[in-house]
């Protein structure tokens, strides 16, 4: 397939691209906690290709563990110059740390952890400038080999946080042995939620997330709100107590420039 060999060829160069995403602590004004890189890639001639869809071709042509070795790469050198740009006082505000995606063929791979202490650490980085996001179902697939490496990585200051909860193979018994700290509610979720109407609270949407943030303060865990798009799902989800949100509310994913100027305007 050429688009296979034209992804590859883009990755060896550097060419995918990484945008990022606040996530944020509610209020006036919106404190900015960290930021979601997300990957993005623009062929050549086709344009802008959906990350899932290229992320699906990246899976089936053994490139997931390059694609997620480079957007880490990017994400610190660009999480470095924006704390650069902050003790120079060119930048008012600066994200705290930088969350990445990871699959679980990544995870699982030979040399992960050493890998990414390296890419941190050339950037002159700590692991504590890091969140892993990992889904559920990337777990479930190899527990005790994703296990061990999580463990090692958050043993050395790195946050685990498990993406799109509540979608894959959502267990208790396995949760309470996972080296995680943040559960991140699926959108699917916020997508239903409405305020209550005549003392009646909102319905199933409401009910299942709620049984989220009380499962995630059962545990220890910090609770991140996804897909917050409007101002009624906002004042639900920070009612049920979720401390961070990320979505179309409060910004779209944004490439470095447009980010920076967000982080200059003051959130
Ligand atoms: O913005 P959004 O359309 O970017 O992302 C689509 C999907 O792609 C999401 O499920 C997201 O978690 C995943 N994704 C985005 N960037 C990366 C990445 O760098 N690595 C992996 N493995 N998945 C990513
Ligand atoms: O699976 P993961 O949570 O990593 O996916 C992130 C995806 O969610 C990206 O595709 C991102 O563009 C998308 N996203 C982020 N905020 C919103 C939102 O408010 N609404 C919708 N529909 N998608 C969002
Ligand atoms: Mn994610
Ligand atoms: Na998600």
Known sequence: LRLVADLREALSRGAVD???QPIVRPGRPAQVLSLEALCRWTHPELGAIPPDTFIELAERANLVPALDAHVLAVAC???????AAHAAGDLPLTPTHVAVNVSAV???AEGFAAGV???VAGAGLQLSDLCLEVTETALASDLRACRTVLEELRRDGARVAIDDFGT????LAYLKDLPVDHLKVDRSFVRDLRTAVDGVQGGPARAVAAAVVSLARTLGLGIVAEGVETLEQDAVV???GCEAVQGWLYSRPL???????LLRGGG
Request: aromatic share 10%; proline share 3%; net charge positive.
């Open 18 to 20: 990484v945008h990022y």
């Open 77 to 83: 050198r660009d999480l470095a110059t924006w704390r």
């Open 106 to 108: 990544s995870l699982a």
């Open 117 to 119: 202490r390296r890419t």
């Open 168 to 171: 894959g193979y959502s267990s």
């Open 238 to 240: 920070r009612d049920l």
């Open 255 to 261: 490439p470095r420039e447009a980010l920076a100027e």
